[in-house]
T-cell receptor, first 113, second 115 residues
Framework: QKEVEQNSGPLSVPEGAIASLNCTYS??????FFWYRQYSGKSPELIMS????GDKEDGRFTAQLNKASQYVSLLIRDSQPSDSATYLC?????????????FGDGTTLTVKP | GAVVSQHPSRVICKSGTSVKIECRSL??????MFWYRQFPKQSLMLMAT???????TYEQGVEKDKFLINHASLTLSTLTVTSAHPEDSSFYIC???WGVGNTIYFGEGSWLTVV
């Protein structure tokens, strides 16, 4: 079992729809969770971070964390073609790994006009 | 906000030569930086953790003598690909952690082509 797993893509949604990206992790000691967006040929850029159970909203993006289920998700409302990218889930494991995070393989999202 | 900068963004080198990639933290001091490699359409692969003032920690399967990492200051880490071969052609990305939750911020990445 991978330490961080993301739902296999590719995911395709029509423009204006809600895109839902999911991620599960194996280490219950994980404390910090991040979502990154990576456009083709570019490096990842941080979208959101979340540390507590529940929802965290930032514009069209909502991150949801459920530590009991070891699950974190990212919802993108009113999806735009410019949201088409690969989304990476990252989890910071335990307390001793200074800054080291484990990344999922990513889910590629395509938003069709 | 935190900024991590990489240089060069693209480099072409001849097989057998060495190439150095720099990673700088611009707004903060980074005692730890990370180096990743990513082949087209594949996931990020952590190569090594760069520690300021000490030896880097390499992930399993990464040749430390081929990928030399130096972290001589709190704002600069360098990755040198020695005796490069065409199979080393890839996208190399550095990152550093900062702030709440030790958020990882990435540099722009460096495309290496070995011919």
């Amino acid at each position: 079992q991978k330490e961080v797993e993301q739902n296999s893509g590719p995911l395709s949604v029509p423009e204006g729809a809600i895109a839902s990206l999911n991620c599960t992790y194996s280490d219950r000691g994980s404390q910090s969770f991040f979502w990154y967006r990576q456009y083709s040929g570019k490096s990842p850029e941080l979208i959101m971070s979340i540390y507590s159970n529940g929802d965290k909203e930032d514009g069209r993006f909502t991150a949801q964390l459920n530590k009991a289920s070891q699950y974190v998700s990212l919802l993108i409302r009113d999806s735009q073609p410019s949201d088409s990218a690969t989304y990476l889930c990252a989890v910071k494991l335990g307390t001793g790994n200074a800054g080291k995070s484990t990344f999922g393989d990513g889910t590629t999202l395509t938003v069709k006009p | 906000g935190a900024v991590v900068s990489q240089h060069p963004s693209r480099v072409i080198c001849k097989s057998g030569t060495s190439v150095k990639i720099e990673c700088r933290s611009l707004d903060f001091q980074a005692t730890t930086m990370f180096w990743y490699r990513q082949f087209p359409k594949q996931s990020l692969m952590l190569m090594a953790t760069s520690n300021e003032g000490s030896k880097a920690t390499y992930e399993q399967g990464v040749e430390k003598d081929k990928f030399l990492i130096n972290h001589a200051s709190l704002t600069l880490s360098t990755l040198t690909v020695t005796s490069a071969h065409p199979e080393d052609s890839s996208f190399y990305i550095c990152s550093a952690s900062w702030g709440v939750g030790n958020t990882i911020y990435f540099g722009e990445g460096s495309w290496l082509t070995v011919v």
